[in-house]
């Protein structure tokens, strides 16, 4: 029999599309036969995870294809998500998940003799982005492929994305991440799908055969964007959509040139130059230093993508001007800012358009998320830099600026100090392009990630923006994926859920509502608690192996896992540690809830207090762990290459989460999500999301100490002296004369004196002023902790109230709200052909 010429072949056997046991295990052995070329006998560890890879690659490949012919014959918005960073995390797993097959290929393996297990863990993280903006953009999607939403993720497909983390000697020492080094099994490389990038250069006017006026760019430089697609699988649906990446590659016919006349080597060099733009991810996560390479990937992944949506659209629609209705592009944060003159210049000088549809079609697509309220970290290009990269790109934004500032002195006349405010051009010393104003200007939404961010967008870094057009500034508060952080990390507690509730929360976060109900069964309880003891014991064996550092699995597992930063007051936990060694060592026998300090996370490798707090983390774990005294009441780990691989052993363990930032810092933090999902109590201050997580699991729930916003400013605004507190109270000064002093660094007395300086002179982040509150808040942990059964009931209590906190809940308010998107279901068995 014929089949159709779009049925996938292997449908018709089953063999490659089968989700019963027998068709797993023929599949798998079939895929390490034909695509490793091995025999189970002489298999690698490496070649089952790969036989296993395609096997499920194979299942999702029929979903995909369907789910674009779906979307291509609706019609619908799409969402097109421009992020330069996404953290995905490994894809085994959370595939097996979302297709609902992780308890037959589990047996499957088993019965060929292997270990899922294991072939989970040989995966390799995918570590393109640094931390929580990354992490975010790869929850938000797996919900809108979970809410069936048309969407599609564009990036850079970096070969190093970010470094693995060492610790030698108890410094950070950064290793290169070779990811792609074994291969990757869930990518397909789309080479005919391809675009050229015009760098550098100069433009010329010109009259075209109409007379019009118009401007021609001249590059001195191509790079060719190849396109590198990974399927994302919703969850319990056939919805996949595609996180498109850009690969950089030397645009062959640029290079003939140099080649033809003989110039071989320097025709190679050129090849090399151009693939360095994908090379590697940049590893800072709060300094914008202004790097040529990194403007040039901003732009470079910008202009693949937005050319390859003009070619979607352009395959159903003869006009570009259908662009907006077609797709709502969200800005993650300003990297992708670029997209607004691009989208000008593609409709203006590629399409012909004129300025002011091309301005309306810009303006109605644009929407962009701030996720960042320190000042160091907001984007600015040096003039000349940006004029030497993108000459046409820096005359766009002139003229977007001087339309702009137009109307502000229309509305606002006389007003120059608010108009140069608010110029996309920073004319205050060296001349900037800031990226937050051509961002703000060129959407027609802006949102900050958790409430109080938003309220602090509005009134202080975007206030002039905010006082121009209020309408346009709108919350979206984050969200996390609860297949990732709940179910596929924490199995056994998991099944208890389902057992209580039933299945449903894995999409409807707020049927954990339903817990509450539970949370005062002593049965409950017991079983409760024993999954996280075997969590943590799971735990100590990861650590043990890692560190060398023994864990007690009744000790309190205190937890702070998140990119170092000042602000995020890692070091205000050390000296709480240090209070507690003190208190110990002072009076001996003095009864304490044995506590396990675990931190984890990665320092950018130019930032030197950074870097010396993980030292510093690692000289009071020696101390501590060192001293008989303490022996079975305080221990400290620092957790290695804190990554989403790590966190998924981490989190499920994890009883108290820290997050203790200087009120007003953290935009959101996502981090305190996953934690509170898994069980663990908060202890932190009134920043980011955790006011809307105290406010939902409850102030009883939750252990709260520090200034305010509003506080910290007064203090501020009143002289803080940092000194005066030290000077003023002995518990503090003993604990940072001990951190000044050999005993916490042995033979080198000096090398925290930098740390010590910084909190003494300045202590830009208070935690001198937040000390005291902190210390106190820690002794009412302890004592919570002593009293288990009511310890136990706040753990399930918070776990039943973080439904709020759910991607798919964020994911619904942006589409609501900022992108105006439905869902376009897809079906299985729907036609294979859009004929
Ligand atoms: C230019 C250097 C640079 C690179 C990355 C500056 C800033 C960034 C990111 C915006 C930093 C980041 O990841 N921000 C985090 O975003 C999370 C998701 O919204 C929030 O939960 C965190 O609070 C915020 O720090």
């Not at 990446?245 to 090849?271: C, M, T």
């Not at 992708?336 to 590629?350: F, Q």
């Not at 930032?607 to 400290?636: E, H, Q, T």
């Not at 209590?797 to 998107?821: H, P, Q």
């Amino acid at each position: 029999m014929a089949t159709h010429p779009d049925k996938a072949p292997a449908l018709v056997e089953g063999v490659r599309t089968g989700l019963s046991l027998a068709a797993w295990k023929r599949a798998f052995l079939d895929n390490l036969f034909f695509v490793q070329g091995r025999f189970q006998s002489v298999a690698t560890p490496n070649d089952n995870y790969m036989a296993l890879a395609y096997t499920v690659r194979d299942r999702l490949l029929e979903r995909w294809i369907k789910t674009s012919l779906t979307y291509k014959a609706g019609q619908s918005r799409t969402v097109a998500y421009l992020s330069a960073e996404f953290l995905p995390g490994p894809n085994l797993g959370n595939n097996l998940v979302n297709l609902g097959a992780m308890q037959v290929v589990r047996q499957a393996m088993t019965e060929v003799g292997l270990d899922l297990d294991k072939l989970l863990e040989q995966e390799e993280e995918p570590g393109l982005g640094n931390g929580g903006l990354g992490r975010l953009a790869a929850c938000y999607l797996d919900s809108l492929a979970t809410l069936q939403i048309p969407a599609i993720g564009y990036g850079i497909r970096y070969e190093f994305g970010i470094f693995d983390q060492q610790l030698r000697d108890g410094w950070q020492v950064e290793v290169t991440d070779k990811w792609l080094s074994l291969g990757n099994p869930w990518e397909i490389s789309r080479p005919e799908i391809s675009y050229p990038v015009q760098l550098g250069g100069h433009t010329e006017p010109y009259r075209d055969e109409g007379g019009r006026f118009r401007v021609r760019w001249v590059p001195d430089r191509v790079v060719r964007g190849v396109a590198v697609d990974t399927p994302i699988l919703g969850y319990g649906v056939p919805t996949a959509n595609t996180l498109r990446l850009w690969k950089a590659e030397a645009a062959e016919s640029f290079d003939f040139q140099a080649f033809n006349i003989g110039d071989y080597y320097r025709a190679v060099e050129k090849k090399i130059q151009s693939e360095t733009l994908s090379k590697v991810l940049y590893p800072n996560d709060d300094l914008a230093a202004g790097k040529q390479l990194r403007l040039e990937q901003q732009y470079f992944f910008v202009s693949c993508a937005l050319r390859d949506m003009i070619r979607i659209l352009l395959q159903t629609e003869t006009d570009v001007r259908g662009f907006a209705r077609k797709y709502a592009v969200q800005l993650n944060d300003t990297h992708p800012a670029l997209a607004v003159a691009e989208l000008m210049r593609l409709l203006v000088d590629e399409h012909d358009l004129d300025w002011e549809p091309a301005w309306e079609i810009t303006h109605a697509t644009m929407g962009y998320t701030n996720h960042t309220l320190l000042p160091e970290a907001l984007e600015k290009w040096p003039l000349a830099l940006f004029n030497r990269v993108l000459p046409r790109h820096l005359e766009i934004i002139y003229e977007i600026n001087r339309r702009f500032l137009g109307e502000v002195r229309a509305r606002f006349p006389g007003d120059e100090a608010l108009a140069s405010r608010l110029s996309l051009i920073d004319e205050s010393g060296p001349r900037h392009v800031r990226m937050a104003h051509l961002a703000c200007v060129g959407s027609h939404r802006i949102n900050g990630v958790a409430r109080l961010h938003s309220e602090l967008l509005a009134r202080d870094v975007l206030r002039d923006f905010h006082r121009l057009a209020p309408e346009r500034f709108t919350n979206v508060t984050n969200g996390i994926t609860p297949r990732r952080f709940l179910l596929l990390c924490n199995p056994a507690l998991a099944a208890l859920i389902d057992e209580a509730v039933g299945p449903g929360w894995a999409t409807n976060l707020h049927q954990l509502r339903e817990l509450e109900g539970k949370a005062d069964d002593p049965a409950f309880r017991a079983r409760w608690r024993k999954i996280k003891r075997d969590n943590k014991v799971a735990l100590a064996r990861e650590v043990k192996a890692r560190t060398g550092v023994e864990l007690e699995p009744d000790a309190l597992l205190d937890v702070q896992v998140k990119r170092l930063h000042e602000y995020k007051r890692q070091h205000l936990n050390l000296l709480h540690v240090l209070t507690q060694y003190l208190r110990i060592k002072a009076d001996p026998k003095r009864p304490v809830v044995p506590r396990a300090v675990l931190f984890g996370g990665k320092a950018a490798p130019g930032y030197l207090m950074a870097k010396l707090i993980i030292k510093l983390c690692n000289n009071v774990a020696d101390l501590v762990n060192g001293d008989p005294d303490v022996r079975g009441r305080l221990k400290v780990v620092f957790f290695p290459d804190y990554n989403v691989k790590n966190a998924q052993h981490i989190l499920p363990a994890a009883e108290l989460s820290e997050q203790i930032s200087t009120a007003g810092k953290e935009a959101s933090g996502t981090g305190n999500m996953k934690l509170a999902l898994n069980g663990a109590l908060t202890i932190g201050t009134l920043d980011g999301a955790n006011i809307e997580i105290r406010e939902e699991v409850g102030a009883e729930n939750f252990f709260l100490f520090g200034l305010t916003v509003d506080e910290i400013r007064a203090r501020r605004a009143a002289g803080y002296q940092p000194r005066r507190l030290y000077e003023e109270d002995p518990e503090l000064r003993a604990v940072i004369d001990l951190l000044g002093s050999e005993a916490v660094s042995p033979g080198n007395r000096g090398r925290f004196r930098p740390l010590v300086d910084a909190l003494l002179d300045h202590d830009e982040y208070m935690l001198l002023a937040d000390y005291r509150a902190y210390v106190a808040c820690q002794d009412q942990v302890a004592e919570a902790y002593q009293d288990q059964e009511r310890w136990t009931r706040m753990s399930i209590l918070n776990t039943a109230r973080m439904g709020k906190f759910s991607s798919d809940r964020s994911v619904r308010e942006y589409c609501e709200t900022i992108w105006r998107v439905n869902a376009e279901p897809v079906t299985l068995d729907s036609p294979s052909s859009d004929g």
